[in-house]
């Protein structure tokens, strides 16, 4: 697996509450990160995992999963995007962008679909170690369809952020 998915995937299960995360590794083992009692590791010490194999002499973990499994109190929504429900019943859309906080936070100062009636919040969760930025996505329009339009929309817009700053790197040198 692609190391810059497995800091999209420490982020999330380091910032989003419930998430359950199931590692299969290439040896046929299975990782489980959570908070629960009976997982494998909880997501402070995955993200550290991710972290240590993020340097220069760190490990190759990454090379050593073939896949993961998003669960718990999170389901895939597709995309690259993730859905849970707040206690009040309110859907929360949430995306890893692997962009700082102020270029995500441009990026999605854009939105076409904020207006006085859709009530759209976002919320940025920067990891600077991991090179991410987690986006929580919640709007209390009346229009259920909304929502996972909007986050479609802001994913879009962080990923056309993050090759515009990619070009930038090449075009400077």
Known sequence: MELRSLRSLAALAHVVPGVRLELSGVNGADVVVDRTSDADLDPCGFRRVVLHASSARGSQV???????????????????????????????????????????????????????????????????????????????????????????????ACLAAEVDRYLSRIDAS
């Open 62 to 156: 990454h090379h050593a999963v073939l896949d993961a499994h998003l669960g718990g109190a999170v389901e895939d929504a597709g995309g690259g995007l993730c859905r849970s429900v707040a206690p009040d019943g309110t859907a929360i859309h949430w995306l890893v962008v692997q962009l700082p906080a102020e270029v995500a936070r441009d990026a999605l100062a854009e939105c076409p679909f904020d207006d006085d009636s859709t009530g759209i919040e976002a919320r940025l969760t920067p990891d600077e170690a991991l090179g991410t930025t987690v986006v929580r996505l919640v709007t209390t329009a009346d229009d259920d369809s909304l929502a996972p339009r909007v986050a479609e929309w802001a994913q879009a």
